[in-house]
């Protein structure tokens, strides 16, 4: 009888040994397909250790297949053969082998799905069982609700992951959500720990020659190459983590500081995304390290409430809705994109701060995304598709499925409210109270229509003056529109007019 061989591709974002579409290789007659394709390295200008993260990772992905008696088929980026797209690949290798049957794990990017499900091949559909909630699971959830709550989401998880409960089913601690002590400022004298550091073997150093020969003219610094590439590593750095970062993590999550890049932050989001490490796993070691006693209550609920709410909720919104979502823009915004988001060239500091270790690390924290870099783009009111484009370009652990989401929903409020209940707007003071960033900066906090005042100021009131008809009815707004309609006109007409004369810099190619 004739066996019939079997293709398994395996993306970039899916180095998992338990990958759904892996548990039914056959090892004497399947194989296994990694591809490194100029089409999914540059259809935006990712930043260069992105690209050496997961070029390096699927190298070693690869060599760990193969040493446990896998069959591998891998293009590097350089092979003359290489039709420098997945589709393209995956028909030449099924024509190659002679396959019958291509096994495809679900893909992070609607864009990417579409187009293998398009390519005219016998394609197999597995369920990412990485992630906690399904598809079709979460559409199931949705259905019904003009509005989705992620709090109402999180703690269905919750109850079907039996995290941090007691043996009633209730929250333990007396609450499902201790958001209100995770705001913490870091504290003059409380210092970070070190981050972790990571040898780069011969493998790494190979990708990063080619990374920096082939992509150079993409935005970010590649010399500070920094992050783990094998599942060992990955381990490693996560044990780091559980040791001295998480006990701070729940203070100071949303804390900034100057010069301070990665704080009590366990920089995971990575190798999470890509596959080196398992959902369940970091979960249940958070929850074993609360019982224990080595992490306060507000560090355990929050740190798992990061996994297994937001992140999967934003992925339930992202395949729910694509591929409408991504065209959303409820504020009707047009603005291009200042180029200091490409070189960090600003005289504010918050955001020549954020801006600046995003491009030397690809890596910024979210309090950073949404408070200093979103809310600018939110207040001056750049077009989402180009921050959008920004976000997943720079920063290491964006993929479609959870930075589009994030950015166009919760950053720029341009789904009209569908994922978040209100735009995630603030003035200086707010970058002011939850960092250092404002005691070296050109602009003065407590300054709002002056020449030196702090841009956020007058752009944060000039954005609910122009957006009142949108946002006025919103219950979660009414006391920043009461602190609006108490000020003299005399206040309003300066704010504004400070306001138009920013965004007429912006306009011009100015830096700001």
């Given at each position: 009888m004739n066996v019939i061989p079997r293709l398994c591709l395996v993306l970039g974002d899916q180095l998992s040994f338990d990958l759904p579409s892996l548990q039914a290789l056959d090892a004497e007659r399947d194989t296994v397909l990694l591809v490194e394709v100029m089409e999914e390295a540059s259809h935006v200008p990712h930043h260069p250790q992105k690209i050496a993260l997961i070029f390096s990772a699927m190298r070693h992905f690869a060599k760990a297949l193969q040493e446990r008696g896998v069959h591998v088929e891998y293009v590097t980026l350089d092979d003359p053969h290489n039709s420098g797209s997945v589709p393209g690949e995956l028909q030449r290798w099924q024509a190659l082998l002679q396959a019958e049957e291509v096994h495809v794990t679900e893909c992070g990017d609607w864009r990417l799905?579409?187009?293998?499900?398009?390519?005219?091949?016998?394609?197999?559909?597995?369920?990412?069982?990485?992630?906690?909630?399904?598809?079709?699971?979460?559409?199931?959830?949705?259905?019904?609700?003009?509005?989705?709550?992620?709090?109402?989401?999180?703690?269905?998880?919750?109850?079907?992951?039996?995290?941090?409960?007691?043996?009633?089913?209730?929250?333990?601690?007396?609450?499902?959500?201790?958001?209100?002590?995770?705001?913490?400022?870091l504290p003059k004298g409380v210092k970070a720990p070190y981050p972790a550091r990571f040898h780069n073997d011969d493998i790494t150093l190979e990708v990063l020659a080619l990374v920096k020969a082939r992509f150079s003219h993409h935005y970010g610094a590649l010399d500070d190459f920094n992050y783990p590439v094998t599942h060992a590593d990955a381990q490693a750095l996560w044990a780091y983590f559980l040791d001295y970062g998480l006990a701070g993590f729940g203070d100071y999550q949303d804390a900034m500081a100057s010069d301070e890049p990665f704080l009590f932050h366990a920089r995971i989001s990575a190798a999470l995304n890509i596959g080196l490490l398992d959902l369940r796993q970091l979960c249940s070691d958070v929850e074993s390290a609360y019982w224990a006693g080595s992490v306060p209550l507000n560090a355990a609920e929050g740190f798992i409430r990061q996994l297994i709410g937001w992140r999967e909720y934003v992925r339930g919104v992202y395949w729910l809705k694509m591929p409408d979502y991504a065209q959303g823009n409820s504020f009707g915004n047009s603005r291009v994109l200042p180029e200091f988001y490409w070189n960090g060239d600003t005289q504010m500091n918050c955001m020549r701060q954020a801006i600046g270790q995003s491009l030397q690390h690809a890596y910024a924290h979210h309090i950073q995304r949404l408070m200093v870099t979103g809310n600018f783009a939110l207040l001056a009111g750049i077009a989402p598709s180009q921050i959008c484009e920004w976000y997943l370009a720079i920063y290491m652990d964006a993929f479609d499925w959870v930075e589009l989401p994030n950015t166009l929903g919760m950053v720029m409020h341009a789904d009209g409210g569908y994922l978040g209940s209100k735009p995630y707007c603030a003035s200086g003071q707010y970058i002011n109270r939850m960092s250092d960033y404002c005691r070296g900066c050109a602009y003065k906090v407590s300054e709002s229509t002056a020449d030196n005042a702090c841009p956020f100021n007058a752009l944060y009131w000039h954005f609910l003056m122009r957006h009142g008809e949108l946002l006025r009815g919103n219950q979660r707004m009414a006391m920043m529109y009461k602190n609006l309609d108490r000020m003299p006109q005399s206040k309003q007409q300066a704010l504004w007019q400070r306001g138009q004369d920013l965004l007429a810099r912006l306009d011009s190619g100015q830096s700001i």
């Open positions: 799905e579409q187009s293998i499900n398009d390519c005219g091949l016998p394609i197999h559909w597995h369920v990412d069982t990485r992630f906690l909630c399904s598809r079709a699971e979460f559409a199931a959830w949705a259905e019904g609700k003009k509005q989705l709550r992620m709090e109402f989401f999180y703690r269905e998880m919750r109850r079907k992951s039996r995290l941090l409960l007691n043996g009633d089913g209730s929250p333990v601690g007396g609450a499902w959500n201790f958001d209100v002590e995770n705001r913490k400022a």
